[in-house]
């Protein structure tokens, strides 16, 4: 009784609003109630009662298309029955609402008849002026302006009903119009909405983490995505774009363990990024273990490994798998750790051959680094060639802008260079400059403007860098001894330096000297970095200096192996095996350089020439 109560209550309030009023008021209350108790075959017996004497009341007739529509689903009949119900009252709200509804349904029957929608909107407009706080009309308006491509109106009339109250389907609806509309921040707010009434709502958790992924903002993504995770750890495709959204965010702890809950042998590019994350996290073994896994015609895993073999200093490595990077995917990427490489390997020549190729191409110049400015003016240094050096200069200025750090001063210092002024430590501000600036001066065999320039440095800044290039300089000019007593000084002041270690040990092999000492300073910083090609040559240098030559032919063999391409290490090895009577196996070693086109091919095509005479006359005299 006291839902009746309530029931009269609430119908008495609608048609307060309403023009006309059912005759039969009482019955009407009853079957809405009726129908309201789900109790439709009761309520069609009481519609039926009352037409009998009111055949014309609208209201009745609504309820009874309404009833038979639900009990025997005749759509048709009920239209029929709402059409007379509508000739009687045009604006009664919810004969227009039923109208629009039933078309609706009929349409999505047949999505060819577009007519439909749009008398639905005309009912439902209708309906809204009979009774504007029917809140089902304003809803289902907004689901046929969707459907007719109005986007912007239909969400105009989900804002009108969510004032009302919040309804999750409206903010659906009002997100795909958002999404076909081009507004992705309305269209996020409108899920987010979403989320509100259901937070583990995997539809929408799936698209705001697609969503976040396609603004680039990952951290993001992957906090929508760790969710639908969660829920379903066995779905593919879920865990998948949770770890794209992981990787590209640099989350790359949480993106390991994911990758282990994940099955991801089938997927080149996972495999490819969990291998960039462990190399990140110089993890270097398992990377390479999961690169053998990719399909060899990768591109990507190519570049990959290169860039792991350069974190492990092995270079030619690096060039190896440069090598197997087609033309069509030479991208920045590429560019950038072949510049590297080659300029370590001092492949300047083949570098600067590359360069000149792709100079015009403003993409590829843009994107460059200015780590990779600086490769391209070592290469230039390294061949001697710095005439067009200041015009190189200045297109990585023009076209790396504010990115170009230091080019501005580096330029004005090169000019200062060819114009014979001094060159003074305290007017370079940036430190790279000053290493850059003594390569040029070196290339030029400006040793005194060099020196001059390192010792203020050194002055200046007592940086054990600094130092080292000083040194440099003097063993350039073989002034070993003067190398010597700097360089000794240093060691003292950092013991711990390996690289300031090896450069001493080597600088009293040269000259032959205290070769006991060099060798204990030498097997430290080989115990550091056992595969270091730099490392290993010293060794064997020593050894060979002290006539233990055997030893000497397998650490600097070993030496070989890692950087084949490195002038003194083939020099030293070919000394080695020349004074093992061993001049035949001398020949490959020049080949193998000569066939990459190292810069001093001239005198090493003359010195193959001359084992070869000598491999020749040796055959001649074992014949004779």
């Known amino acids: 009784m006291k839902k009746l109560v309530f029931f009269t209550l609430i119908c008495s309030i609608t048609f307060g609003l309403l023009a006309l009023k059912p005759s039969h008021y009482e019955d009407y209350i009853i079957i809405k109630y009726l129908i309201n108790l789900g109790e439709l075959d009761n309520a069609r017996t009481v519609i039926d009662k009352y037409l009998k004497t009111s055949p014309d009341d609208p209201f009745i007739l609504t309820e009874k298309a309404f009833v038979l529509k639900n009990l025997k689903n005749d759509r048709t009949e009920a239209l029929k029955i709402l059409s007379r119900a509508a000739e009687i009252y045009p604006e009664y709200y919810y004969a227009n609402y039923l109208r629009a509804s039933f078309l609706l349904s009929e349409y999505f029957g047949d999505q060819t008849q577009k007519e439909l929608l749009h008398k639905g909107v005309e009912y439902l407009k209708t309906a809204i002026k009979d009774n504007p706080d029917h809140y089902d009309s304003y809803y289902l308006l907004g689901v046929l302006l969707n459907e007719t491509g109005k986007h912007k109106e239909s969400n105009s009339y989900f804002e009108k009903l969510n004032r009302m109250e919040e309804n999750p ?42 969503l976040y992924f396609k603004k680039r903002e990952f951290e993001k993504a992957a906090k929508y995505l760790e969710q639908l995770f969660q829920q379903a750890p066995e779905d593919k495709q879920t865990a998948m774009e949770y770890l794209y959204s992981l990787f590209f965010s640099g989350d790359t702890k949480t993106f390991l363990e994911v990758s282990k809950q994940v099955d991801i042998s089938d ?52 060039y190896q798998a440069l090598k197997k990077v087609g033309d069509a995917h030479k991208n920045n990427v ?24 792709i100079r015009d191409n403003k993409n590829l110049i843009q994107a460059f680094t200015i780590n990779d400015c600086f490769n ?65 001066l070196k290339s030029k065999k400006q040793y005194n403007r060099a020196l001059a320039l390192a010792k203020e440095r050194v002055d200046q800044s007592g940086e054990e860098a600094d130092v080292m290039e000083l040194v440099d300089i003097y063993f350039q000019q073989e002034k070993y001894v003067t190398a010597e007593n700097i360089i000794k000084k240093q060691l003292k002041m950092n013991p711990k ?38 490392y290993l040559d010293t060794y064997g240098y020593i050894l060979f200096k002290m006539g233990r030559v055997k030893e000497a032919e397998e650490y600097l063999r070993k030496a070989y192996d890692r950087e084949p391409l490195e002038k003194d290490i083939i020099e030293h090895l070919a000394e080695c095996y020349s004074h093992s009577g061993k001049d035949k196996e001398i020949i490959p070693l020049y080949k193998k350089a000569l066939a990459e086109d190292v810069d001093f091919k001239d005198k090493l095509e003359k010195k193959l020439k001359e084992v070869q005479k000598k491999v020749n006359e040796t055959k001649v005299e074992n014949i004779n």
Do not use: W
């Not at 309305?186 to 909405?193: H, L, P, Q, W």
């Not at 990585?396 to 003074?424: C, T, V, W, Y």
């Not at 270690?501 to 030498?522: E, H, P």
């Open 376 to 440: 391209i003016i070592i290469c230039h240094t390294g061949l001697g060639k710095t005439e067009n050096l200041i015009e190189t200069v200045q297109l990585f200025r023009e076209q790396l802008k504010e990115r170009a750090l230091g080019l501005g001063e580096f330029s004005r210092i090169l000019k200062d260079i060819e114009e014979g002024k001094k060159i003074k430590a305290a007017h370079i501000e940036h430190g790279a400059n000053f290493f850059l600036i003594s390569q040029v």
């Open 169 to 210: 389907g409206a903010y659906f609806y009002m997100a795909y119009n958002h999404h076909q509309l081009g507004n992705e921040d309305a269209e996020i707010k409108a899920y987010k909405k979403l989320l509100e009434f259901d937070p583990g709502d995997p539809r929408v958790l799936k698209i705001l983490g697609q």
């Open 267 to 318: 997927s080149p590019m996972m495999l490819y990024f969990t291998a960039a994350v462990l190399s990140r996290a110089q993890k270097f073994d398992q990377a390479e273990k999961l690169l053998a896994k990719i399909d060899k015609k990768d591109f990507r895993a190519h570049l990959l490994k290169a860039d792991i073999a350069i974190r492990k200093s092995n270079y030619f490595q690096a």
């Open 334 to 357: 590429y560019y950038s750790l072949f510049f590297d490489t080659a300029a370590r390997l001092g492949l300047n020549r083949k570098a600067l051959e590359v360069f000149e190729e």
């Open 497 to 534: 330096s390996v690289e300031t270690a090896n450069f001493y040990a080597y600088i009293l092999a040269v000259q032959g000297k205290n070769l006991d000492q060099a060798l204990k300073i030498s097997a430290i910083a080989v115990k550091s970095e056992p595969d270091s090609p730099a």
